[in-house]
């Protein structure tokens, strides 16, 4: 059994499939439809709803794709959907916004942009235009046009973030607490098929060896595809959210540990810290919903070629941390990518952690392209740590996505550019040698030669922007 809050009702449900998603549920089981599908991809926002989460002593609220959200993993916490905003008759302040600036047409994905609206406004009480974008991004509409809703969510800013969720909030935790304390593990079983939600990382493993065909489940923002997409019907799935050891956010003097099941929008303040430029290619990844939901152990252990952090952890020269059972062990990001969606984890075994070097000595340039600025796969990705003295490098990882069956380092463009002045100049014969490293293939993203000459430039981009900081002040358009 799992339990959750539908709003102010505590809900004990058993007895579900384990891929019902929170969609499926809502739609079918609940019988509350105002939450709408659309793409049932994670791609349209059509199905947004609000999760919130007791975390650090406080009410976490944030928006969340319904159609790729298992329905088991909302254990412990509270779900807001659209049918949940007005109070004693009135319209939310976030609905009463989108009225008056004539924010909806035909309405469809008008629940959607209210449930984005409401996580801003639970979250932020200023919000800028780039704030509203951001956290709009995840939603489309085909009718309205972006003006009028932008400005429904522009209205909203300094009006306070008081409403009948702030006044319940003192309840809403100690109730999501309580569920913690009195069902720290939970199960949802449904004619032999389950869904697990352990609690620490010994249940994890343990679980993993009793069922050692069980998938695991972190964000699901990859795995949920294969479910609503092409309609596979896991029958165990293992969910990592709850999982308290793959949840830690650390800074040490020499490094960062990062929780493989801690979200991109848990891991950014940290790594907009350290890691800047990784930091802002996290904008880029996905919509808020899906960084929201989606993990750093999600995207690595995916394997992508087109995974957009493993190319940067790459350069980073991180090191993961594995356990099996009662065995822990540490692979290097390097040995990690075996080949097409294959990887050095073993059978049974889960990612705990990643623990990313801290190296002061490094310069670090990471670019995506993308045919799109937001919610877009990368046709390629470069992430670039280079160590100078004197303006030339005597150390250099070069690492891309989209230019092999996996992410990967470029070590003949590394050894041409050791020795060399990062500059201009300098880059030309590892320019060249990305044609030895890489012989990309064509796709619906881009051709192999375009993805090359890409990744030639971004090499010639990074030693600019590196001469522009050291030199005259050069404007670099932030659109890839
Ligand atoms: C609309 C949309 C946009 C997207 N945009 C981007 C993008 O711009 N860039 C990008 O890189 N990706 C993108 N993705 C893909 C996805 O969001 C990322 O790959 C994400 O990081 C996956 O993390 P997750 O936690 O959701 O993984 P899940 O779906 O939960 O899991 C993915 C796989 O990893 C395994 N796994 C998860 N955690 C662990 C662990 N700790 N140990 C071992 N195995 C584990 C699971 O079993 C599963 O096989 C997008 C997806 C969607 C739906
Ligand atoms: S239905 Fe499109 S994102 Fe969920
Ligand atoms: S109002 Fe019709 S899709 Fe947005």
Do not use: W
């Not at 990784?278 to 087109?306: D, H, K, M, Y």
């Not at 990887?343 to 990313?356: C, M, S, V, W």
């Amino acid at each position: 059994m799992i339990r959750f809050l539908l709003n102010e009702q505590l809900v004990s449900l058993d007895n579900c499939s384990p891929d019902t998603t929170v969609l499926e549920y809502l739609r079918t089981k609940a019988e509350q439809r105002g939450t709408k599908e659309g793409c049932a991809s994670g791609d349209c926002g059509a199905c947004t709803v609000v999760l919130v989460e007791a975390k650090n002593g406080r009410l976490q609220y944030i928006n969340v794709n319904s159609c790729i959200t298992f329905v088991g993993s909302l254990h412990g916490k509270q779900l807001l959907t659209v049918e949940h905003l007005k109070s004693s008759g009135a319209l939310h302040p976030v609905q009463q916004a989108m009225v008056e600036q004539h924010g909806s047409q035909c309405g469809f994905c008008t629940p959607g942009f209210i449930m984005s609206m409401f996580a801003l406004y639970k979250n932020i009480a200023q919000p800028s235009r780039a704030d509203v974008e951001r956290g709009l991004a995840g939603n489309l509409c085909r009718c309205t046009g972006y003006r009028p809703i932008i400005d429904a969510a522009l209205s909203l800013a300094g009006k306070g973030v008081t409403d009948q969720f702030s006044q319940a909030e003192a309840s809403v935790y100690q109730q999501l607490r309580d569920i913690e304390e009195t069902l720290p593990t939970a199960e949802l079983s449904f004619a032999n098929r389950r869904f697990f939600v352990p609690c620490n990382s010994d249940e994890l493993a343990d679980l993993l060896q009793r069922y050692p065909e069980a998938q695991m489940v972190a964000g699901g923002t990859d795995l949920a595809l294969a479910v609503t997409q092409q309609l596979q019907q896991p029958d165990t799935l293992i969910y990592l959210g709850r999982v308290a050891q793959l949840q830690c956010l650390e800074e040490h003097k020499d490094r960062l540990v990062i929780g493989a099941g801690v979200t991109y929008s848990d891991a950014e303040p940290l790594l907009h810290k350290h890691f800047l430029p990784f930091a802002q290619l996290l904008e880029r990844l996905g919509s808020l919903q899906i960084r929201n939901q989606g993990t750093l152990g999600g995207n690595v252990a995916n394997a992508s070629p087109i995974g957009d952090t493993p190319p940067v952890l790459l350069a980073l020269n991180a090191t993961l941390h594995i356990r099996t059972g009662h065995t822990y062990q540490q692979i290097a990001i390097d040995e990690f990518f075996t080949g097409y969606r294959q990887t050095a984890l073993p059978k049974n075994g889960f990612i705990e952690r990643i623990d990313i070097p801290i190296d002061h000595q490094q310069t670090h340039f990471v670019y995506k392209v993308s045919k799109r600025l937001d919610d877009d796969i990368s046709a390629v990705c470069a992430a670039f740590s280079i160590t100078l003295e004197d303006n030339m490098v005597v150390a250099a990882r070069l690492a891309f996505g989209g230019m092999a069956a996996t992410p990967a380092r470029a070590f003949k463009a590394e050894q041409a550019l050791i020795g060399q002045l990062f500059s201009e100049a300098g880059i030309i014969a590892a320019q060249q040698a990305l044609t030895e490293d890489f012989s990309p293939i064509d796709d619906v993203r881009a051709t192999g030669s375009y993805r090359l000459k890409v990744a030639q430039n971004l090499l010639l981009r990074a030693a600019l922007e590196h001469q522009s900081t050291t030199d005259e002040p050069m404007e670099v358009v932030q659109y890839a």
